[in-house]
């Protein structure tokens, strides 16, 4: 088993950063391919980000290319995602996961955090 939390959420104005962290306890993370993907109020889960074992490969929705960043410390067992030039459709909570199979950017992860709340002000 794993268990995965999330921390880092918080309010931010429009332009502002975030960094989110997803901690893992119980596996080290070291062979799993970890993503993350948020869910806004009345919409469906959505793939933002995710990245493999080894850190090697990365994948990113095309609505935050450019402006998120993924990456992991396997040492540290816990994934972060960078999150600049946030803007108001940004908001979420966003939720991290993990899965041994090399699952990237479908919402077929194993193991799943309980999420952490993201709100950017316009």
């Known amino acids: 088993q794993v268990q995965l939390v999330e921390s880092g959420g918080g309010l931010v104005q429009a332009g502002g950063s975030l960094r989110l962290s997803c901690a893992a306890s119980g596996r080290t993370l070291s062979t799993y391919t970890v993503g993350w993907f948020r869910q806004a109020p009345g919409k469906e889960r959505e793939f933002v980000a995710a990245?493999?074992?080894?850190?090697?490969?990365?994948y990113y929705a095309d609505s935050v290319k450019g402006r998120f960043t993924i990456s992991r410390d396997n040492a540290k067992n816990t994934v972060y995602l960078q999150m600049n030039s946030l803007k108001p459709e940004d908001a979420a909570v966003y939720y991290c996961?993990?899965?041994?199979?090399?699952?990237?950017?479908?919402?077929?992860?194993?193991?799943w955090g309980q999420g952490t709340q993201v709100t950017v002000s316009s």
């Open positions: 990245i493999s074992w080894s850190g090697g490969s990365t």
């Open positions: 996961a993990a899965d041994p199979r090399g699952v990237y950017y479908l919402p077929l992860y194993t193991y």
